[in-house]
């Protein structure tokens, strides 16, 4: 809000438009905080990557592992 109410005095907009564009802003701030909150419960493993990967403790021979 801090940012738009100066820029729609300046370019002089309705005020329809100055609403818009702050009901805009909020609708992509919720959806954003919704996307990490969903991340966060569904508790995805984070932090592995391939270079910590145990070829010898997968059930997987090897050449189709190395393959991948």
Do not use: C, Y
């Not at 370019?11 to 969903?38: C, F, H, K, S």
Request: proline residues 9%.
């Amino acid at each position: 809000m801090a940012e738009v109410i100066p820029i729609a005095k300046s370019q002089r907009w309705e005020p329809a438009e100055g609403v818009r564009a702050l009901l805009a802003e909020e609708a992509a701030g919720r959806d954003a905080a919704n996307l990490r909150t969903r991340r966060t419960r569904a508790a995805f493993p984070t932090g592995k990557t391939f270079h910590i990967w145990n070829e010898g403790a997968s059930s997987i021979p090897v050449p189709p592992q190395t393959a991948l």
